[in-house]
């Protein structure tokens, strides 16, 4: 069983930028690709990014037009977002997730088997 616990979400501007983090327990952090998505309210969860188990590899999403940028640390069990030129619209509830599929890019939420609580993302304009 993987816990997964985000931190690094709060309040900034528009045109800012923000670093989440994503620390994972209770397994074998290198055995799972990651990625990360987002919730508005009102929305479905969006998948926004991942990032193969090595780290060597990832995957965004077109409309993120290279602002987010994912990376990991597996010596620190640790996935990280980077954010910047955020909008009013990034405005959302983070989650960082654990998939076990590993040989082809997971993009939907049931692909992944863990999940953190999610941190809230508002960007005032």
């Known amino acids: 069983q993987v816990q997964l616990v985000e931190s690094g979400g709060g309040l900034v501007q528009a045109g800012g930028s923000l670093r989440l983090s994503c620390a994972a327990s209770?397994?074998?952090?290198?055995?799972?690709?990651m990625g990360w998505f987002r919730q508005a309210p009102g929305k479905e969860r969006e998948f926004l990014t991942a990032?193969?188990?090595?780290?060597?590899?990832?995957y965004y999403t077109e409309s993120l037009k290279g602002r987010f940028t994912i990376s990991r640390d597996n010596a620190k069990n640790t996935v990280f977002l980077r954010m910047s030129s955020l909008k009013p619209e990034d405005t959302a509830v983070y989650y960082c997730?654990?998939?076990?599929?590993?040989?082809?890019?997971?993009?939907?939420?049931?692909?992944?088997?863990?999940w953190g609580q999610g941190t809230q993302v508002t960007v005032s304009s």
């Open positions: 209770g397994g074998t952090f290198s055995s799972y690709a």
């Open positions: 997730a654990a998939t076990g599929i590993t040989r082809a890019w997971a993009t939907v939420t049931a692909a992944y088997d863990y």
């Open positions: 990032i193969s188990r090595s780290g060597s590899s990832t």
